[in-house]
């Protein structure tokens, strides 16, 4: 697919940083076209940092999940550098992003949050579950399975499992 946004990349030349990040809905296969989700969600966010962004985006239908790379340009627009807390760029965007899912398909079932959690447990991409354990871990970056509710512990207990087959976590 074609680059869209509102830049190009070469504008950015010359900038001291740019951020680079996925957009990749959970139900992102819902959606026939993802350049609408990509360009609200790029709304909020000018919003929210006040001030316009320079960006481009390109959407990539060729995985079991569509998704869409995003660059920034490193500067606002004033021609500062732009800042972004990094709570904003690991909570800020996701919640954004989770908002414009739920005004447009509609708020999410038990048991499709239940699907969900149960299909992460087996990918090999960082998920739900892989924050969850990250937040948990101890300053000797163990983590354990125990979890508050059963479902939870189960759910910890086959990721790492995962995360041991893959290599990324041992016993």
């Not at 989700?37 to 929210?48: P, T």
């Not at 048991?111 to 300053?139: G, K, S, Y």
């Amino acid at each position: 697919d074609r680059d869209y946004g509102k830049c190009s990349i070469d504008t950015a030349e010359g900038d001291r940083q740019q951020f680079r990040f996925i957009v990749s809905p959970e139900d992102g296969d819902k959606y026939q076209d993802l350049k609408p989700f990509v360009r609200r969600l790029m709304d909020r966010m000018e919003k929210d940092l006040d001030t316009r962004l320079d960006w481009v985006a390109a959407d990539h239908y060729n995985t079991g999940h569509p998704h869409s790379h995003v660059i920034v340009r490193g500067k606002d627009e004033t021609g500062k550098d732009l800042i972004i807390a990094r709570e904003y760029i690991t909570h800020g965007m996701r919640e954004r992003a989770a908002e414009i899912v739920s005004l447009d398909l509609g708020p999410r079932s038990d048991l499709e949050i239940l699907d969900r959690l149960r299909n992460e447990m087996e990918q090999e991409r960082f998920t739900a579950i892989d924050r969850d354990l990250l937040r948990t871990m101890d300053a000797g970056r163990m983590v354990a399975a125990v979890g508050d509710e059963q479902f939870e512990q189960s759910l910890r207990a086959g990721r790492l499992q995962k995360l041991g087959r893959l290599g990324l976590a041992t016993e």
